[in-house]
């Protein structure tokens, strides 16, 4: 069993900024492809950021193209943390947030489906 922990969310006015954190195992970090995720009621699960595992050569981010530009993911090797960085926060953006982790030895993937660990979500609120 995989645990994420996510911290960081919260509310903030448009324009504003957050960064939400994601700690997980050493050995998940170093084999599984990461990211970041997102869910408002009645909506499926949306992607938001990933990244391939450290195990891979030329680990790639990825970003959806709602929030390119703005949002940036990265990681705290020896800490085993994932962040998001959220800037230039719109109303559209409010939702809960899912740290997700997939299997070891998974390619990175922009799918929620791949994925095999999730956190316990964290709220994001932009008032507008």
């Known amino acids: 069993q995989v645990t994420l922990v996510e911290s960081g969310g919260g509310l903030v006015q448009a324009g504003g900024s957050l960064r939400l954190t994601c700690t997980a195992p050493?050995?998940?970090?170093?084999?599984?492809?990461m990211g970041w995720f997102r869910q408002t009621p009645g909506k499926e699960r949306e992607f938001v950021a990933v990244?391939?595992?450290?195990?891979?050569?030329?680990?790639?981010?990825y970003y959806s193209d709602s929030v390119k530009g703005r949002f940036t993911l990265s990681r705290d090797n020896v800490k085993s943390t994932l962040y998001l960085q959220m800037n230039s926060l719109k109303p559209e953006d409010t939702a809960v947030y899912y740290c997700?982790?997939?299997?070891?030895?998974?390619?990175?993937?922009?799918?929620?489906?791949?994925?095999?660990?999730w956190g316990q979500g964290t709220q994001v609120t932009v008032s507008s």
């Open positions: 990244v391939g595992a450290l195990s891979w050569i030329g680990d790639s981010i």
């Open positions: 050493g050995r998940t970090f170093w084999s599984s492809a």
């Open positions: 997700a982790a997939s299997r070891p030895g998974s390619t990175v993937s922009t799918r929620d489906q791949e994925y095999e660990y």
